[in-house]
């Protein structure tokens, strides 16, 4: 059959091309599911920006050092700024905790942990890996509510993550600037645990001055 259409065509060659690339990437996923908990291992190759980054296996931390991971994980509303609110309750970290401390163990050489995590109040979404100093936290959804930071205000800005000691925000280099990534945590591996959750205000208003 003659193909009267050549660019039709060469858009069903691309398609297909992507079709099977997706389906190379999603092959050997494997997920793991508990209280409200859903975790899934995924290819390094679905992540963007680490190319100059060393990835650290087997993650090995304590349940305590989970625990203080997640209950330092802050966020706060950027168009009607209110008080940092923590991204999960200590009724919640102490219940997420043992489970993270599981399976990143289980993270094999040339993946990284995607989690999901359903509450009452909405799905928390994020990705987390680590290197040899630092655990990497990205979130795309808090209690529901999809992350938007957009400098041109086309989508409405929704929430940012706020940094606490020991922990910085990951930078990105366009156009010879740097630019802080807002949903994205850089945590020091052994993060110190602080006398009070809660950030001082001062702390606060530094950080969100940077």
């Known amino acids: 059959m003659t193909v009267r259409h050549p660019l039709i065509a060469k858009f069903f060659f691309l398609s297909l091309i992507f079709f099977i690339g997706g389906c ?3 092959k050997g996923e494997r997920n793991f599911s508990k209280s409200g908990l859903t975790v899934t291992f995924r290819s390094l190759n679905a992540l963007d920006d680490v190319q100059n980054i060393r990835f650290q296996y087997p993650i090995i931390l304590s349940e305590a050092n989970i625990r203080n991971h997640l209950l330092s994980l802050w966020y706060q509303d950027i168009v009607s700024p209110r008080k940092p609110r923590p991204v999960f309750s200590p ?15 289980k993270v094999k050489p040339g993946k990284y942990l995607h989690f999901m995590y359903q509450a009452s109040r909405g799905l928390t979404e994020g990705q987390v890996f ?7 936290w990205r979130f795309f959804k808090i209690n529901g509510v999809a992350y938007s930071n957009d400098p041109l205000r086309i989508r409405k800005p929704t929430w940012k993550l706020v940094r606490m000691q020991g922990q910085s925000y990951q930078s990105l ?3 010879g600037f740097k630019k802080s990534i807002k949903n994205r945590i850089i ?3 052994n ?5 009070h959750r809660y950030p001082s205000l001062s702390t606060t208003e530094s950080f969100l001055r940077k």
């Open 130 to 136: 680590a290197t040899a100093k630092n655990i990497h």
């Open 91 to 105: 009724g919640v970290a102490s219940k997420l905790a043992p489970l993270f401390k599981n399976v990143l163990r």
């Open 187 to 189: 945590a020091n591996i």
């Open 191 to 195: 993060l110190p645990f602080p006398r």
């Open 173 to 175: 280099q366009t156009g």
């Open 24 to 26: 190379v990437l999603l």
